[in-house]
């Protein structure tokens, strides 16, 4: 009975926890926080439950599926299941959303608007848990549309200075992406046989004609790829994290950004394998491009956001580098790479958030001494900037090395020598992530407060943050001792979809 209604609960229940907090009176702030803490948790208690029932053995086949009747005049259904590519995906999602309303509990952004606050976080859980487990193209769509408003109205109401015209980018550059995007699902709807169903369309996707398949693929390309977001179309990026509150920017780093990265996985590639072979090696191109191009706009940088938003256009990069390579060694690390990446980077969001409260700016020119007046925040800070560079024994590591060493033998069919230049030019990114990740430590964290702060009395980490940041620092480093548990989940369904790529592409 569980494993019929688990993904229906997963990704409904916060829904429902929204439609709650919409009839809570508006002076009781607490009940509201109540109200959302406690529908984050059942939605994580079936997540748990669903990580503790699935199948480890049979990581490449769908798991607690449901597949009933949904739209019958398009030939829709409602079809949801988890395999071993969304399933470390979806444990993040829920994990992630649980720890934004713990921290928020004594850090909501001004205008203070509790219920509309945590109300768009729930509904924004709703979107993208179901992104993860959509199983037709439609419902796929839907869901991976319905993160679009919360996201823009929780930028453009609790944003910063310029929020308005951060949040309208953000709007118009994915919704752009999103009208290809649908052009290329009806387009496989009617070369596949009169089907959203993904599944069947993967079975199907051999039998498209090649420059069908090429065609189709681009649109694909420009709604996943803005989403990720990839060079050169990142440029709403770095505007939106800088405008977002805290809690906007984590969830927008740790989750929304690998709906684009996992509709490549899940859709492009599987069902246009002779597409996803054409297309390889501009998208390995532009994912390097991406990783220098983010890692030296990250030492332009003067404000805290932005130097790590624009850290995510290089990180993310190295995700695309693994899934360009075709190669289940390379997608297994780009799967590691989006967990990892979701980890550190929100918990670095966090952090710069948390500097913010108490300082009052982002500026690092203006910023120092933080290991004096708050030592405790200053060694997380200086944690996550390591596992964030790469560092070995920390989760980063398993994302950037093998999507680096992947590219050494790409897919059949993929030109060797050119993915290798790919190889040196990402490894070179590495070098740049380490210097501007350590030359934003030294100048927020070592010598002596400016004089403008010298006197403050800046506390240090408090309860709220350490309940939201604990089970987020003890994963990155569990996961970078231990990368087998995400690898070993992964696996198996990223080998059967390679395998079966190279056999229809080839």
Known sequence: MFDSWALTLVVFLPAVGAALLVAVPRRAENLMKLVALATTLATAAVGVAILARFDYGATDTLQFEVDRPWIDVINSR????????????????????????????????????????????????????????????ILFFVFFELVLLPMYFMIGVWGGPNRQYAAIKFFLFTLFGSALMILAFLALYFKGGNTFDIPLLVERGGTIARDAQILIFGGLFMG?????????????????????????????????????????????????????????????????????????????????????????????????????????????????GMVAHGLITGMLFFIAGSIQERYG??????????????????????????????????????????????????????????????????????????????????????????????????????????????????????LGIFPSLIFRVTDGAVQSMTSALQAIGG
């Open 78 to 137: 409602y079809h949801m299941g988890v395999d071993g590519i969304s399933l470390p995906l979806l444990a993040l999602s829920v994990l992630i959303t649980v720890l934004c309303v713990v921290y928020s509990w004594d850090h909501f952004p001004e205008p203070h608007n509790p219920k509309a606050f945590l109300a768009l976080m729930l509904v924004l859980e709703t979107g993208m848990n179901g992104t993860f487990v959509g199983q037709d193209l």
């Open 224 to 336: 996943f790829a803005i989403k990720v977001p990839m060079f050169p179309f990142h440029t709403w990026l770095p505007d939106a994290h800088t405008e977002a509150p805290t809690v906007g920017s984590v969830i927008l780093a740790a989750v929304l950004l690998k709906l684009g990265t996992y509709g490549f996985i899940r859709i492009a590639l599987p069902i246009l394998p002779d597409a996803a072979q054409a297309w390889a090696p501009w998208i390995g191109g532009l994912a390097v491009v991406g990783i220098i191009y983010g890692a030296l706009g990250c030492l332009a940088q003067k404000d805290l956001k932005r130097l790590i938003a624009f850290s995510s256009v290089a990180h993310m990069g190295f995700v695309m580098l693994g899934i360009a390579t075709l190669t289940d060694y390379g997608i297994n690390a780009a799967v590691f």
């Open 361 to 478: 700016t982002r500026e690092m020119s203006r910023l120092g001494g933080l290991l004096l007046q708050a030592p405790r925040l200053a060694w997380l800070l200086g944690f996550c900037a390591m596992a964030s560079l790469g560092l070995p024994g920390l989760a980063g590591f398993w994302g950037e090395f093998p999507a680096i060493l992947s590219a050494y033998q790409p897919a059949p069919g993929l030109s060797e020598a050119l993915f290798r230049v790919y190889m040196v030019v990402a490894a070179v990114g590495t070098v740049f992530a380490a210097g501007y990740l350590l030359w934003m430590y030294q100048r927020t964290a070592f010598g002596t407060a400016k004089k403008e702060f010298a006197e403050a009395h800046v506390h240090d980490v408090h309860l709220p943050e350490w309940l939201a940041w604990a089970p987020l620092l003890l994963l990155i480093l569990i």
